[in-house]
């Protein structure tokens, strides 16, 4: 059994499996929001990745009790100016439609709005912000990024999100087409993790201590 408890902030489950297996190799047991099912909607209104990120932890932290892992991140495109951005999960929102918007409303309106522009002017880079709120009211925060270039097409099945529309060139592949464990190795997620994961492994002793 795990010595430390952490949930992660997120509804998305493919954020879940990421982070659940980029935490395989430590001494923790991830719990997630599904968890919790009675906890309220944490609404996301900071105009940045950080504000958004370090808000979801310490909601839930507060709500939960226990450390909560939140990760913020999107999509930001070069030549629309940074966008979709903070904006990147709703980016093809229709405020009449009766549901919100699927990753693949997202990325077709991505491939449509970028229809002409040529591959040289084509960079992006996805953004990850995560924040580690402790229950004591502490938040540890870290950033990562992994940079890339928009598709002309949809290609894989794996990742989520704008997977199947980002381009790696060191691969000669989208994102969704590289597998999981290629994109933990160079994902925006695994980078911004793998700097706070000094501070987890030092929770993980003190949990460890604590409980004999
Ligand atoms: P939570 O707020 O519950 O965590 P969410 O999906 O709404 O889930 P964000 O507000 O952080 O999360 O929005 C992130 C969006 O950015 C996400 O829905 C994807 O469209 C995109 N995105 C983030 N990381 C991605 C990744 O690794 N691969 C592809 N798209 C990603």
Same mark, same amino acid.
């Given at each position: 059994m795990a010595s430390l408890t952490l949930v992660t902030a997120t509804k998305n489950p493919g954020k879940v499996r990421e982070l659940a297996a980029l935490l395989a190799d430590m001494d923790v047991r991830l719990l997630s929001l599904a968890d919790f099912p009675e906890l309220p909607d944490i609404p996301e209104e900071g105009a940045t990745f950080a504000e958004n990120a370090r808000f979801k932890a310490k909601e839930t932290a507060r709500l939960t009790g226990l450390p909560a892992l939140a990760d913020d991140s999107g999509l930001e495109v070069a030549a629309l100016g &940074?966008?979709? &951005?903070?904006?990147s999960a709703r980016y093809a929102q229709d405020r009449t439609a009766p549901r919100p918007p699927t990753d693949e409303d997202n990325w077709r309106k991505l491939l449509d709005e970028m229809q002409n522009v040529p591959w040289g002017e084509r960079r992006a880079r996805f953004v990850c912000e995560i924040a580690l709120a402790l229950p004591d009211g502490r938040v540890f925060r870290a950033k990562g990024e992994c940079p890339g270039y928009i598709a002309l097409q949809p290609e894989g099945e794996q990742g989520f999100g704008y997977d199947p529309v980002f381009w790696l060139p060191e691969y000669g592949a989208t994102m969704a087409s590289v597998g999981l464990e290629v994109k933990n190795a160079i994902s925006h997620r695994a980078r911004a993790l793998n700097e706070l994961k000094k501070i987890l492994h030092k929770l993980a002793r003190e949990a460890a201590a604590a409980g004999n």
């Open positions: &940074g966008r979709p &951005g903070v904006f």
